[in-house]
């Protein structure tokens, strides 16, 4: 039996001396991935969330419904949408979204917004919700301020009417009183001729306090009433006309 192989050269031979010789054959296998479709995995949803579009691979996409069902549709794109079609019982089912800035819209109007334009309207109903909130509560302390103001208004009037009537009521109790004339005592007597009413059993004069020079005097002939009406209201003597005590009583009108 003979053996053949690669000679390895002994040592001392006139051939130039080998330490080795390795023979390597190499399978070298390259795989390539084939590159993924820029459009796979890009969803869309409305705004309520209850459809969606998904594209799963480069010719497949996902359609959510409003009842929640899940649809596999082929799709090709064309020049601004995307053709969906679904073959059921031998017959087509077609349906078109076409791309605009927000994301997709259907044949029927349904927008179908990407994730950036759905986070960009959340962004904008959030401001517009806190814009609202703002308003809304601006409006509140407006509205309370309003009442708040109004309420003191009606509470500095009720008390001022309060203190006006009060104030009626003790002019009247301390503008009232009777008692006797004489003209040695005369009675005095807080009097308003405009607001008051008087009563004496005789002739009496009534002597103006603060300018004596200034009085009156009723014989109670009704002549004269226009007259001491036009009197100023204070205080005054009250003195009988004769020589006898007079009764007198005098009332401050509401």
Partial sequence: MSVTGIPYPRYGSSLSPWKGLLVVVS???????????????????????????????????????????IYLYKYSIGEGSIRAVQTILGTQQILYFHRVPEGLRSGDGTLYLSPAALAEAERKEALARQAQEKARAEEQRRRAEQERVAAEQQRVAADREAAKQRAAEELRLQHSGKGFAKKDQPLRAWIDPQHSSTHGTAPLRYIFEEHPELSFEDHFDGRNDKAFASFPAGWYKIVPVGDQGVYFEWKQNP
Wanted: net charge negative.
């Fill in 27 to 69: 399978f070298v296998i390259v795989l390539q991935a084939s590159p993924a479709d820029s459009s796979s995995r890009e969803s869309y949803r409305t705004r309520d969330g209850r459809s969606s579009i998904t594209l799963v691979s480069g010719n497949e996409l996902e359609y959510r419904v409003h009842d929640g069902t």
